[in-house]
């Protein structure tokens, strides 16, 4: 008889892009295979484990042990707690690129839509020691942002300190986002001022730097390709909200950042591409893997959702004043059906707040999603104020369902690929920990998602955003459960910081 393999604190079978550390870790476990016969912390039973970076898939039960993943086994494993996943997928848990979500509220519809980190990256947050002490603690899910541009400018500029935009309640005035310092220009010599204290926010633990061009009009050219220099310096990458398009169209703010990138050397990743490119998505993405191909590291991700949505008040408004009221009729404001018109624009703009941009194209938007290099991302407003937009609730779950199993847009595998290990590589550089999320292999961090194929789908839509999440049955985060049996489990907070290595590294 064929003795069935089991795989217990030893390394993975391939260990491509694991940091050191993690290498290491797993090699020394390798020789207490004796502890393998003692009671793990937790047993998941029965699933069929898929770990995209290995490519496996088949049926293992997973043992965890001080929170991270010790055995994969095909026999029977004993556990202080089990958690039957019986016809389930056990899969690593989703890492988000682009949570503005960062309170209890949507980490909580997050972790039912199988989330386990939730990272701000797009207009990051400023300061971030204080925002990574605010969270200390008290977060549901891993949690980590880059350094704010907006932030650090309104810093410069005005001496402000505005915490975590996107959080912020509609209307009440955001300095970073809303005000008339947007539109100043830096002169150069003040630029290292800028990155002086962009910097600085690496060294209190930020991912990379976090640009959202189009909120700052004022951010000229070389503003922003000094900084893409400072970023490629400290070896982290840039994350960025392109410019508005301008008379040259919709592909030359891809045209900036790339040439910025391949003449800087900094890593690029470029946020929500469908939402930036529109119907020039193709174009778009061919010039993001020409780059690739010849060197650069410029990385983008979408969101499933043909609807986008910003502060009304922000400067990516700006151009829509004087439009007849066809045009405002693709806004939504939340909580109401009636779309807007020039009277309700023009209200909505001078009170501020979140509100929901219709019109891009169902056939383009598959496409992208389709596409197994896009990682996905949700761009997820908050809900703590206000329910706004179905993508913080359902971006994975809707990908899961909906594109790849009842329209076959993309495999499972590919999917699952680009909701955890594309994710985690993109920020490993700047975070090597990352190296054990994203992963189910011996050695890795127990942050899992296990999900029923046959079941799992979104349930959020633009008339009740908040709604979550179906099929996902447990979910763990550093293997404490945050969902269990489709519940949310009350009172547990496992959810720690990403955050930067001191000093210079070499980017991904």
């Not at 991270?68 to 690129?97: H, K, N, Q, Y």
């Not at 010599?189 to 990155?195: I, S, T």
């Not at 596409?371 to 206000?386: C, E, M, N």
Request: a negative charge; glycine letters at 12%.
């Amino acid at each position: 008889m064929t003795r069935r393999r089991t795989a217990c604190c030893r390394r993975p079978r391939h260990p491509r892009r694991l940091s050191a550390t993690f290498a290491t870790a797993a090699l020394a476990a390798a020789t207490t295979a004796a502890a393998c016969s003692s009671p793990h912390d937790l047993v998941i039973l029965g699933g069929r484990v898929i770990d995209p970076e290995t490519g496996l898939d088949a049926p293992r039960h997973v043992g965890i042990r001080d929170g991270g993943v010790a055995t994969l086994s095909e026999e029977a494993i004993v556990g202080r707690d089990t958690l039957d996943a019986t016809g389930m997928v056990v899969a690593p848990g989703f890492i988000d690129l682009h949570a503005h979500g960062q309170d209890s509220v949507s980490n909580r519809l997050q972790a039912l839509d199988g989330v386990t980190t939730a990272l701000e990256m797009e207009v990051g947050v400023y300061p971030v020691a204080a925002w990574l002490a605010s969270r200390e603690g008290r977060a549901l899910l891993n949690y980590g942002a880059t350094v704010s541009h907006p932030g650090a400018r309104a810093k410069l500029l005005a001496g402000l300190e505005p915490g975590h935009p996107p959080t912020q309640p509609p209307g009440q005035g955001n300095a970073s986002f809303g005000s008339e310092i947007i539109y100043e220009t830096i002169e150069r010599d003040r630029v290292v001022e800028l990155a002086a204290l962009m910097e600085a926010g690496l060294a209190e633990g930020g991912l990379g730097y976090g640009f959202g061009i189009t909120y700052t009009p004022g951010a000229s050219r070389t503003e922003i390709f000094d900084l893409f220099a400072s970023a490629a310096a400290r070896g982290v990458p840039a994350y960025v909200h392109l410019r508005a398009a301008g008379d040259n169209g919709t592909l030359d703010p891809f045209q900036e950042v790339i040439a910025n990138a391949a003449s800087t050397g900094a890593s690029l990743h470029i946020v929500h591409l469908n939402s930036s490119a529109g119907e020039d998505a193709r174009e778009a993405l061919g010039m993001i893997r020409g780059a690739r191909e010849r060197g650069v590291d410029v990385t983008t991700e979408a969101y499933p959702y043909t609807a986008s949505s910003t502060f009304i008040e922000s400067a990516l408004f700006d151009s829509w004043e004087g439009l007849d009221d066809s045009e405002y009729r693709r806004l939504q404001w939340p909580g109401r059906t009636e779309r807007l018109d020039a009277r309700s624009f023009r209200q909505y703009r001078e009170q501020g707040g979140w509100v929901v941009i219709h019109g891009r194209n169902e056939e383009t938007n598959e496409w992208i999603t389709a596409q197994p290099d896009v990682i996905a991302a949700s761009d997820g407003i908050p809900f703590l104020h206000v329910a706004v937009h179905p993508r913080g609730a359902g971006t994975f779950g809707r990908i899961l369902g909906r594109y790849s199993r009842d329209q076959g847009s993309l495999s499972l595998m590919d999917a699952l690929a680009k909701m955890t290990l594309l994710p985690a590589r993109r920020v490993e550089g700047a975070a090597p920990e990352m190296a054990r999320k994203g992963r189910v292999q011996v050695g890795a961090d127990a942050d899992l998602a296990v999900f029923d194929p046959a079941t799992v789908l979104d349930r959020a839509d633009y008339s009740a955003p908040d709604t979550p999440s179906q099929g996902f049955a447990h979910v763990l985060v550093g293997g404490v459960p945050v969902v269990r049996d489709g519940a949310i489990v009350e009172g547990v907070f496992p959810g720690r910081a990403i955050v930067s290595t001191p000093g210079p590294q070499a980017s991904q």
